[in-house]
Each structure stands twice: as C-alpha cells, then as structure tokens.
C-alpha cells in the first residue's frame, strides 16, 4: 500500500514551456550525507535507478497544486514537478517539504522568490498589514476590488495573500453572482470592472483558483466576464458559441462522468487560453503557466481513462471497420481518432509508446487502409493525420504491415502504401498542402537511415524490394504519362525549331492527366517556344515526384539504379527541362546532378548512350543571356564535371557539344572542359613514341631477316635436318604448315614502304575504341598470324624472332574497355557482337 502511495511521475519544464516525463517511481525524504540535508529521492520502480536526488532547501518556493502535484524551481529556468498517484502519498511529502522549511502545511505554497527591495520593504511593514483586506463584494466596490487585484500582480507575495483570501472567502462565486446581477441590469460599466478582476485573477496563476474558476458551475460565467473588454465597441459571443456552435459528439457512449466532465473543461479552458486570453507579453509569459500545467494534466488524464478502457475502443474499432456502419457515423469515429491521437502527443515518450502499441494491437493499420479508399475527402484527411502520427511514432511498424499486404491482397492498387500515393497524386488543394505532407511522410518509409534497427537487420533490404516491386510504379505513374513518348495521336501538333535534330515535347492537356507528344522538327522551320505543361498544380506535383526520386538517387543505389536503366527514366525526366515552370525545370535538372554526383560508370555510360546532355545544353541556349537560377544551376552541372574531371563525360561534351558552347565566355567552364579533354589528349599521344619504337624496332629486324637469308640458305639443310633428327613429329608437321604459308604470301605479297620495311594497315569502325580491329571482317585467330612475307617460318624456328601483337598498332588504348563493354552488355543483353568485341589478334 505503501508503495501505490509513495508512486509519482517526475517531470521538468521544457524551453517551449511543455513538461517532459523523466520516469515513474517511488519517492521518499532522506537525510543525503553528500548534500548535507534532507532531499527528496525518487528511484525507478523498473530498474531502481535514481531519477531524482533534490535538496529540500530552506528558500525554495514549493508549490502544491491540485491535491496530488508538487512543483518548485531550482535554478533560473528549471522546473520540477511530482505528480502522485495517490493524494494521501503528497499530503505526507507535502509535510516533509513544510517541517524542513518550518512553513504551515494548510499553505498551497511554502514561499516565492522575491527581491531584496521587496523583502526590505516588507519586514519594515507592521504586522497586520500582512493581510489582505478584501473589499465587500458590491456592486458599488467594484472598481475598488479591480485596482485591488491589478495592483498585486507585480508583487509575488502579494499575489500569493490575495489568492488565500480570495479562496478562503468564497469570493470567487460571490463575484459571478455580481456578473449575473450587473447584464441583468445592462450595467456595462460594472461588467467592464469585472472583466479586469477575472482576468486579473487568472494572472494570478494559483492552481486552487483555477480548480474553483473552471468548475462546471462557474467556468461559464468566467467566460461571460471575459467577453466585455473594455476595449471593445461590442461584447463577444464566446458563451453562444461554445454551447451552441461547437457541439459535443459521442461516437461511442461515455460511461464515465468523470471522463465526460474532464473534456468538456479541458475544452473550454483550452478555448480561454487560445482565443479569449490576448497573447501575453514578454513581461507575462509566466503568468499562465499553471494555466498551462493544468491543461497539460488534464489531456494526460483523458488519454489514460480511454486507453485503460478497452470495451470502449474495442466498439470505436469495431465499427469503423463495419462495411455497415453508417457514412457520417464512420466520418465521426475517423475523427475522433484524429483528436484521440493528437491529445497522445501531451504524453511522454514511455506513455506515447504505450498508446501506439493499444492502437496497433486492436488494429489501426488495417482500419486505416480501408478508410484511405474511400472517396469521402474529410475522411481521407484526417484518416492522413493518424497515419502521419503512427509513421512518426514507428516507421518500422508500419513497414511491417505493409510487408505482408502483398500476402493476403492480390491488387496491388489497395496496398497502404500505394493508397497513401494515390491520395498524393490526386490531392485537390491547388498549393499541395496535402500532397506535400504526404511526400514527407513516404521519405520517412523509405528513408535508410531508419532502417538500421539491430533486431531486424534485413528491413532494409526487403522493404526497398517489396517498395521497387509493388508502389514505385504508383509513385512514377504521372511523371511517366506526362512524358509519353508517341509518334500518333490526335491533336498531333507540330512545333518549329532552330535545333531539327532534336525532338520538342509538347504537353496537350488530356480529361485527367497531361499527355505529351515528340514531333521531330523539320530542318527549315523556325524556332517558338515550346508548349509546357500550363498548369501549376500538375507542375507542381511532378515536382513533388522528382524530389522524392531524387532522394532515391542519393539513398537507393542499386534499386533506382535498375529502375532508371529499365524505364530509362532519365531521359522522361528531362522532357520536363522544356516546362515554362522553372521550378520544375530544376527539379529535372536536380535529379540529374544528383546522378552525375555519384560518379558512377554504369550511369555515365547510359547518360552518354543516349545522349542526355542534349536538353541541358538546349535550355541553356534557349535560356539566352538570361542570367537566373536555371543558367547557374546548368553551369554548376558542367563546372562539377570539369573540377572532378569526369574524363569519360567531359570526351563527350566536348566531341559532342563544344561547337555549340565554345561561344560561351562569361564562365570559365566550357574552355576549361576543352582545356581538361586537350590534356588528356596530350598525355596518350604522349605514350605513341614508344609504340612507335616498338614498331620500328619490329621493321629492322625483318628486314635484317630478309638481308639473312641468302646466307641461311646455306644453312638451312644443316638446321633443318638437326631438328626433324630431334623433332621428328612436330617437324613435320611444322614444315607442312610453312610451305602452305609460303605459297600463300607468294600469291598475296605485302607491299614495301620507301624504307624498304612493310606497313600494316587496320580499319577502325566507328564503335571501335581500342584499335582491335583487323582488315578482316572475321575473327583473327591464332592460327593465322599477321606476319612478313617467309618469315612465318623463320619466327617460328628462331627464338629470336618477335611476333606481332595488334596492341602495338592502335594509336589510344583505353584499358577498361573490356570492362565497358560487358558493362553494355548488361544494359543491352540482345546487342550483336561488335568489332570492338572481338578477339584480338596474337590472341
């Protein structure tokens, strides 16, 4: 029993004036050797740990509020407070805190932090001035009573005695009973009295006002007080609406009168402070924060009394799932849950786990993926809220259902996920407000960074394929309509350019989406703008679109990768650099310097494969002079490749492209790509000498075999017959295959150069980088070397002899190019082998 009374929550004060839940456990009063006094000590009921080691200091002011909360300050901006379980476990720490500070324990509070000026002036004051002496509560006094309550609010001691007086008295009842009387008699000038007194009173910031304030009997007509502002040329109407206007619904039945009574005050004093009350200044923001405490604690108690009640969110469950239940009964439950959760964001952390897990358990995933298909837009949106709490509280519970979705549904169109994307797409509010939180809501899902949990090591591997498998079709479904490339279609229109080679989009604005159509221009026609999409919440939504893809790029690496190379989604994403909306120009452009950023070969051999840069540099030249973000985002683009020398990207800007850009000066960064293209140049053909020698070095000894051989004929029988006596098999064969050479070269001589040496020639197609390719459209093989005339024989018989290797031939080698083309290979399995594939020779 003891126990039960002696369990407290500790909470502090935050910077936003929010309390933060340090733990629950059990407090007691203990003389602390270290701290040379009694303190107060609250250790965890999970683990024992110390929570809270507070010294009872004799000048600390200690306040008791509500019968079960303790709250004092220890330092300039840090409050603490105990909340008790049990009343009877703070009346006995209550009177601990008392007997160290030698105070009364009937006082709500021990004493206040007052200046030294103030204290001075009030030991000088007699005795009996101690008191507050209270005005009789009249009509005639009450102005008397007004500046009476106005005059102590800069004075904490003061403010202290007139609450115990006004308490002590019953005053607070015999004032509204005054406010009855005073519009009964249309006495304006009496109800503007009392609005300074009840609003005065609320300053005073004591928690026992508060209780007796916001009682059922009395909060009403404190909300009358408080609509005759001086101020004001009419009074509000605050009373007709909250009993007229705003209207309690009870989507289920509340059983409890206490919990019933708790909304209806935690409402209307929430209506006090966020609409009645003018926003203090900086002189009074602290002179509602018990106001504050006491709404804070009261939704703390709301969510705690419906949670504990499982019959009653079990019947919420039950017939927000009911195909049967009403359309405006089920908008009301949808609601309710909306209140329901944003009232558990008050809770702390340990407590809001808590709350999550009830509703996961009773099944708010699935409730929610039948509601976010219904057609009903309010439905839909606060049906969006819950889900934005429940993916803020655990992604990671959300990725698992959604997981086993493709298990139990075969339409992949009713997946949570792809429902949660619909709803972005087709978000009717023209600034996206909906789409955008939306947005944020499927980054947080797919985001790597929260998928690092130890206790699940493959989540991220598995939701990214179930993600790549099931939804980015949904996610990319407008890009890809609103970038379709047809060759027919009606309303086909044809768009002039200065540029024939490259093809305009032009977007013709369809029944529900934007489709687009390629013309390829004719060589004479002249050059108009473009047609783009004209609508600003298509563009808008695309944008959207590419934002997330975007991150995709920088998080997924493998997964967007195969879905850009199979969808070639690049190139659909830069349709969208012709838009008159430069936003969305940018967020194409974004999305390539994203890829190009990553430096990666696999990417930078598709981007040159299909010739990507080409509408960059067209809106560059079609931006003009213009000097605005687009023309520096695109120079940046560029600038980045030169400054990493991409060698592969800037070869073919400037092969491809420079002629276009050499007239570009105010920049550096097309020169210097020329510039970094020239150096590289430079350094292969650096390397030719040495081929060269090798080459020449190749010349003179055949031709120092030609000038030798009358004096090895003589040789030849006595060489010849040494090696058939000791290579009797292989010398036959050998000689076998010299005559059928020597027959051959004497029908096909090679012809001598002026130097008397022989030259080689090598075609090289255009798909040819390495110099492999031979004369012969075949294969070369081994069997048949390149070699002079009779010395097939001779290199063959005589170590000497170097044999000829096509790599000495080619002018530039690039050495990953066997590594590039199996690279293509995987992009394009079914290509025909090229010659740049074949064997080379001497292989």
């Not at 909250?242 to 209307?268: C, G, M, N």
């Not at 696999?602 to 030249?621: D, H, M, Q, S, T």
Request: proline residues 4%.
């Amino acid at each position: 029993m003891s126990d039960t009374r002696r369990r407290v929550k500790v909470y502090t004060l935050n910077e936003d004036r929010q309390w933060d839940d340090r733990g629950t456990g059990h407090v007691s009063s203990t003389y602390v050797e270290r701290l040379k006094g009694t303190s107060l000590l609250v250790r965890a009921e999970s683990d024992g740990s110390l929570l809270l080691e507070s010294k009872i200091n004799p000048n600390t002011a200690y306040q008791k509020q509500q019968d079960t909360l303790i709250v004092w300050s220890e330092a300039e901006n840090y409050d603490l407070a105990l909340s008790f379980q049990e009343k009877a476990g703070c009346d006995e720490i209550w009177e601990k805190i008392c007997q160290v500070q030698g105070k009364d324990p009937s006082l709500e509070i021990t004493q206040d932090p007052i200046d030294e000026s103030e204290e001075e002036r009030f030991e000088e004051m007699p005795e009996t001035s101690h008191l507050v002496e209270l005005p009789a509560c009249e009509l005639a006094r009450l102005e008397e009573i007004a500046d009476l309550v106005t005059s102590v609010l800069s004075s904490p001691i003061r403010r202290e005695k007139l609450a115990l007086a006004l308490v002590g008295e019953g005053y607070i009842k015999k004032l509204l009973q005054l406010f009855r009387t005073c519009e009964d008699l249309e006495n304006r000038e009496g109800l503007h009295h009392l609005y300074e007194i009840v609003r005065g009173v609320l300053f005073l910031n004591k928690a026992t006002l508060f209780e007796v304030m916001f009682s059922d009997d009395c909060i009403m007509d404190v909300v009358g007080c408080l609509e005759y502002d001086p101020a004001l040329v009419q009074p509000k109407r605050h009373r007709e609406f909250l009993t007229k206007t705003a209207k309690f619904k009870e989507v289920i039945p509340i059983r409890d009168s206490e919990l019933r009574q708790k909304i209806h005050q935690t409402y209307r004093v929430q209506y006090i402070q966020d609409i009645i009350l003018p926003t203090p200044s900086v002189f009074e923001e602290n002179f509602l924060s018990t106001l504050t405490s006491f709404i804070f604690f009261n939704k703390v108690e709301i969510v705690s009394m419906l949670q504990e009640d499982e019959k009653f969110l079990t019947e919420v469950f039950a017939q927000l799932t009911d195909e049967a239940t009403e359309h405006t009964k089920r908008r009301e439950l949808v609601n309710f849950f909306k209140e329901f959760c944003a009232f558990s964001q008050t809770l702390q952390p340990q407590n809001r786990d808590a709350f999550f897990k009830t509703l996961a358990n009773l099944g708010i995933l699935p409730a929610l993926e039948i509601i976010m298909g219904m057609d009903d837009l309010q439905v839909r949106a606060a049906a969006t809220d819950i889900f934005s709490y429940l993916v803020e509280f655990s992604p990671s519970m959300v990725r698992e259902f959604v997981m086993q979705e493709p298990q139990q549904a075969d339409d992949d169109d009713v997946l949570l996920i792809n429902l949660v994307i619909k709803q972005m797409i087709c978000d009717s509010d023209p600034e996206l407000g909906g789409a955008v939180q939306l947005m944020g809501l499927l980054r947080t899902l797919i985001d790597p960074e929260n998928m690092l949990a130890p206790t699940n090591k493959t989540e991220k591997t598995e939701f990214l394929s179930f993600f790549y498998k099931y939804c980015m079709h949904v996610l990319t479904a407008p890009l890809l309509a609103n970038t379709a490339e047809e060759s027919k279609g009606e309303g086909f229109t044809t768009l002039a350019s200065s540029r024939p080679s490259i093809s305009q989009p032009l977007f013709v604005r369809g029944t529900k989406t934007l489709s687009i159509w390629f013309i390829d221009l004719p060589e004479d026609s002249t050059k108009v703008n473009p047609v783009c999409p004209d609508n600003f919440q298509t563009a808008q939504l695309l944008s959207l679109i590419l934002e997330l893809l975007t991150f995709c790029v920088e998080h997924h690496t493998y997964h967007i990768k195969n879905y850009i190379m199979n969808k070639d989604l690049l190139r659909r994403v830069l349709v969208l650099m012709n838009s008159k909306h430069t936003f969305l120009a940018l967020c194409a452009l974004r999305f390539m310097r994203r890829i190009i950023g990553l430096k990666d070969e696999y990417y930078n051999r598709y981007i040159i494969k299909g010739n990507l840069f080409e509408p960059v540099i067209n809106a560059l030249l079609d931006n003009g002079t213009r000097y605005n973000l687009l023309n520096s985002a695109i120079i940046e683009l560029f600038e980045f490749i030169k400054v990493e020398d991409i060698k592969f990207l800037i070869a073919h800007i400037v092969d491809n492209f420079y002629k276009a850009l050499e007239s570009i000066e105010y920049v550096q960064t097309f020169k210097g790509l020329k510039g970094r293209y020239e150096q590289e140049k430079a350094r292969q053909s650096r390397s030719l000498p040495r081929y060269r020698r090798e080459a020449r070095s190749l010349e003179d000894d055949e031709e120092m075999w030609f000038n030798e051989d009358e004096e090895e004929d003589d040789t030849d029988a006595g060489v010849e017959k040494r090696v058939e006596e000791d290579f009797p098999e292989s010398y036959g064969k050998f000689m076998g295959a010299k005559k059928a050479k020597e027959n051959e070269d004497k029908e096909n001589p090679p012809k001598r150069t002026a130097s008397g040496s022989f030259k080689f020639t090598f075609s090289h197609s255009a798909g040819t980088t390495n110099g492999s390719g031979g004369t012969s459209s075949k294969p070369a093989s081994s069997s048949s070397p390149a070699a002079p005339n009779g010395s097939a024989g001779k290199a063959a018989s005589l170590p000497a002899a170097p044999t000829v290797k096509t790599g000495l031939i080619g002018l530039v080698d690039y050495p990953d190019d066997e590594d590039e083309e199996d690279e293509e290979e995987d992009v394009e399995e079914e290509e025909e082998l090229s010659p740049r594939k074949r064997p080379r020779l001497g292989s």
